[in-house]
Structures are given as C-alpha cells and as structure tokens.
C-alpha cells in the first residue's frame, strides 16, 4: 500500500476540496480515517460508509441519484452476493424517481467489472477508482452502463458530458458522441493554476 499523505498535505486537500465546492464528495472508510488522524474535521458535502448509501442530487425534473458503494470485506476475492444485489435492488428503487443513476466505487478493476456482469440493473454511470487500470471511457453492461475510472497519478480530469437522459425501455444503450461524451484532459503545463488554490497551497507551505 502506498504511504498514506503527509498531515500538511492532508489538510491542503480539505481546505481545496472546500473551494471546490462539491455538491457531494466520496470519503471512503479509509479515508475518513486518514483525514482524522490529521486533526481534519469532516464537511458536511463529505458522505460514503461502511454500507451502501444512497443521495439524490438536483431538484426537479433534473434528479440524479448516487450510489456510494462501500468499502469490500477484507480480504474478498470476490464481491459478496448479497452486496450486488443490494447494488442492484437500489437501482430499481432510483430509476422511478430520478433522471440518471450513478454508482461511486472504490472496490478496484476486477470487483467492479464483476458487478457489471451480474444480471442487473446496473447504474447508468459507474464511476470507479482503487486498484486496477484507469479508464477514460468505456460502454459495459450490454450498453446500459458506462464506465470510467480515475487514474492512479492524479495528473488528469476525466469529464463525462450526458448529453441526453437515459431511456426507460431495454433498447437504450449509451452511444459515444449521440447521448454521452467521455474526455480525458491531461494536466500539462496548457492549463493555467487556480490562483486561489495556488495561494492556498503557498500559505499552507505544501506542494
């Protein structure tokens, strides 16, 4: 396991994430742990846990539903049964009351791809981070899903543009460029510094 971040840096990413402004941002267990160990109080946007959780974002019309998927047994080579069907039942309880369903995983490449090939229903949106390969952008689950995946360096930002809402009917699938667009941007010297987080970071004394 990598060496977790230093108190300083820790407490740099809070305040940022706090400029950030999220409307809702995935901790981990894990995480949580890190950041409290470091003197770094939790945010109120701050949510995910031991158990599956469940938020709807939006008002209105335009209501996305997320599914924050907690952490998998130690030492489990497999996602536990039980857990993919909790999975699955939340996504049949959301698709009545919301627009798009979205799933945040920390479980890695292989667990995840495994709850793509179970029967479903499967999240439309599968936004998946641990171990395992990142993924600008891929259409699994017959079509029905698509999946990206953070990459391990942190030197990129990955965008995901829905530009049309889902179908309730079993022919919708997600097509490239028709109703979602999935970019990689590569953070390269192009791109100009926030100047607030970099004052940050200069006060703060971190990198």
Same mark, same amino acid.
């Given at each position: 396991?990598?060496?977790? *971040?230093?108190?300083?840096?820790?407490?740099?990413?809070?305040?940022?994430?706090?400029? &950030?402004?999220?409307?809702?941002?995935?901790?981990?267990? @894990?995480?949580?742990?890190?950041? +409290?160990?470091?003197?770094?109080?939790?945010?109120?946007?701050?949510? /995910?846990? #031991?158990? &599956? #959780?469940?938020?709807?974002? /939006? #008002?209105? =019309?335009?209501?996305?539903g997320?599914?924050l998927l *907690?952490?998998?047994?130690?030492?489990?080579?497999?996602?536990?049964?039980?857990?993919?069907?909790?999975?699955?039942?939340? $996504?049949?309880?959301?698709? =009545?009351? $919301?627009?798009?369903v979205? %799933?945040?995983?920390?479980?890695? @490449?292989?667990?995840?791809?495994?709850?793509?090939? +179970? %029967?479903?229903?499967?999240?439309?949106?599968?936004? !998946?981070?641990?171990? =395992?390969?990142?993924?600008?952008?891929t259409i699994?689950?017959g /079509?029905?899903? %698509?999946?990206?995946?953070?990459? %391990?360096?942190?030197?990129?930002?990955?965008?995901?543009?829905?530009?049309?809402?889902p179908?309730?009917?079993s022919?919708?699938?997600?097509?490239?460029?028709?109703?979602?667009?999935?970019?990689?941007? !590569?953070?390269?010297?192009? @791109?100009?510094e926030?100047p607030?987080? &970099?004052?940050?970071?200069?006060?703060?004394?971190?990198?």
């Amino acid at each position: 396991m990598a060496t977790p *971040p230093s108190r300083k840096r820790l407490e740099f990413m809070a305040k940022a994430f706090d400029q &950030l402004r999220h409307d809702l941002l995935f901790v981990t267990p @894990y995480e949580r742990g890190l950041l +409290a160990r470091a003197g770094v109080q939790p945010r109120p946007s701050w949510r /995910g846990g #031991e158990k &599956l #959780e469940q938020h709807i974002l /939006g #008002e209105n =019309g335009a209501k996305i539903g997320v599914l924050l998927l *907690p952490p998998l047994p130690k030492g489990a080579r497999n996602v536990p049964e039980n857990l993919i069907h909790q999975v699955e039942n939340a $996504v049949h309880r959301l698709r =009545g009351t $919301v627009k798009l369903v979205v %799933a945040m995983s920390p479980w890695g @490449y292989a667990p995840e791809q495994e709850l793509l090939k +179970a %029967a479903g229903p499967h999240p439309d949106i599968l936004l !998946g981070s641990g171990p =395992g390969i990142g993924l600008v952008g891929t259409i699994a689950a017959g /079509g029905k899903t %698509a999946w990206v995946r953070s990459f %391990a360096q942190g030197k990129s930002v990955l965008r995901l543009e829905v530009l049309a809402w889902p179908e309730e009917n079993s022919t919708f699938k997600w097509t490239e460029e028709k109703n979602i667009r999935m970019t990689l941007f !590569g953070l390269t010297d192009q @791109y100009q510094e926030s100047p607030q987080l &970099l004052t940050l970071m200069q006060h703060m004394g971190t990198d």
